[in-house]
């Protein structure tokens, strides 16, 4: 694991997004891991930037999503289909044919979750995994448990997860309690994996991360055992390294 220590959220992701163009420049083709929430928008603009300046060019990437709410549609604002649209993909020239997301409004979310997994690997794989990190130390939705599951699974939300994400809707009731998300697995067999955590309230979740024990108490830890994860931390959250 190599951790790098930036003064400023801002400058936190543009250093990562800095290695995902790095990877598309490398490998136009590439298959790329991408996250939601909060901690990526940065990147993302950094990423728009870079390629309207003509850096960057996604018309052969592919992207495979980390995780969706279960119940939504792909058209709600809440819905992950939807982040990723406002804040990525219609911004760039991303084939939509190569853009996937779990189908969280699945009839039968199991067979949806294996499908999901063979996709991936009949693409060859995660070529870059880009994640953020749960104030309780979860990746994906993957949340804390007694044990780390490989695949792509039907989640069953923490409170604190659920409390976490009311801000993202008109309240908490209207929060989702259950998520499909990639499993452990799925995504300690990218070949790199870049973690962003900004803020003081990620303080506690990256230090047990980085400094506690491998444990699925903390599904973040696993990625010390990665042969090439990364994380890009501002000074807010490395406060307790």
Do not use: W
């Not at 939601?36 to 603009?45: C, D, E, I, K, Q």
């Not at 448990?145 to 695949?151: C, P, R, S, V």
Request: aromatic letters at 8%; one cysteine or more; a negative charge.
């Amino acid at each position: 694991m190599r951790i790098h220590v930036y003064e400023t959220e801002q400058e936190a992701c543009r250093a990562a997004a800095t290695v995902i163009a790095a990877q598309l420049i490398r490998k136009p083709d590439a298959v790329l891991g991408l996250a939601t929430g909060s901690s990526p928008v940065p990147a993302y603009l950094e990423l728009r930037r870079l390629y309207e300046a003509g850096v960057i060019d996604f018309s052969r990437a592919r992207s495979y999503n980390l995780d969706e709410y279960v119940g939504l549609s792909s058209e709600h604002p809440c819905s992950y289909h939807y982040f990723m649209q406002e804040n990525l993909f219609s911004h760039v020239n991303i084939r939509p044919e190569n853009t996937h997301v779990p189908d969280g409004d699945a009839e039968n979310l199991d067979a949806t979750a294996q499908a999901y997994d063979r996709a991936i690997q009949e693409a060859g794989g995660i070529d870059l995994q880009l994640l953020g990190i749960g104030r309780n130390g979860h990746i994906g939705f993957n949340e804390p448990g007694d044990e780390f599951i490989y695949g792509c699974h039907v989640v069953d939300l923490s409170e604190s997860t659920i409390q976490a994400n009311t801000r993202f809707f008109a309240s908490e009731d209207e929060v989702p309690r259950k998520a499909i998300s990639l499993g452990i697995g799925s995504i300690m067999s990218a070949k790199t994996v870049l973690l962003i955590a900004t803020g003081e309230s990620k303080a506690e979740a990256v230090r047990d991360s980085v400094c506690g024990p491998v444990t699925p108490k903390v599904q973040a830890s696993i990625l010390r055992t990665h042969p090439d994860a990364i994380f890009f931390l501002d000074r807010a959250a490395a406060r307790l390294l």
